[in-house]
């Protein structure tokens, strides 16, 4: 039988590159929800897990009226005011109303992004608000929501 001839350079580069990134990623996590915890310290987890997992700066997460049910004490008034210039954006028009989108995105100062992401859990909706540098992939998204969505629903 005939041998392959030798692999071309470039498409050994291309693989080793490939190698180099994949040794560098971390791997996912799963996140680990106590039931019995109560809600602030799940969110708690929730933010640290969450930070491991997709590089964001900074989580805060709000009920459906924008109250903050967890972050940081005195979140950023940055973000707080991103957050109810996004609110309001929401409510200024009808079709918003009957069909709000469920992801929003902010440019913040120092090439940081705020992007809020809505989650619908079996208590009612709740905003998941991060600050980002790098992209949100659509996975990373829906990791995020779906995890929320667990430590949220777990039962006190």
Avoid: Y
């Avoid at 929401?90 to 992801?103: N, Q």
Wanted: hydrophobic share 45%; net charge positive.
């Amino acid at each position: 039988p005939a041998s392959p001839g030798p692999v071309p350079p470039a498409v050994l580069a291309a693989l080793r590159a490939k190698l180099d990134r994949l040794k560098t990623t971390p791997a996912t996590a799963p996140l680990h929800v106590d039931p019995r915890a109560p809600l602030g310290r799940r969110l708690g987890d929730f933010a640290v897990w969450a930070r491991r997992q997709t590089g964001i700066e900074e989580v805060l997460v709000l009920d459906s009226d924008g109250h903050l049910l967890w972050g940081p004490p005195q979140p950023a008034e940055l973000v707080l005011a991103a957050l109810m210039a996004m609110n309001a954006g929401r409510r200024s028009g009808a079709r918003e109303v009957f069909a709000p989108p469920t992801r929003l995105q902010r440019p913040l100062a120092g090439d940081r992004q705020l992007s809020l992401l809505d989650c619908h859990c079996r208590a009612g909706a709740v905003q998941l608000a991060v600050v980002h540098r790098e992209p949100l992939s659509g996975s990373a998204e829906a990791s995020l929501r779906a995890a929320l969505t667990t430590v949220v629903d777990a039962a006190p």
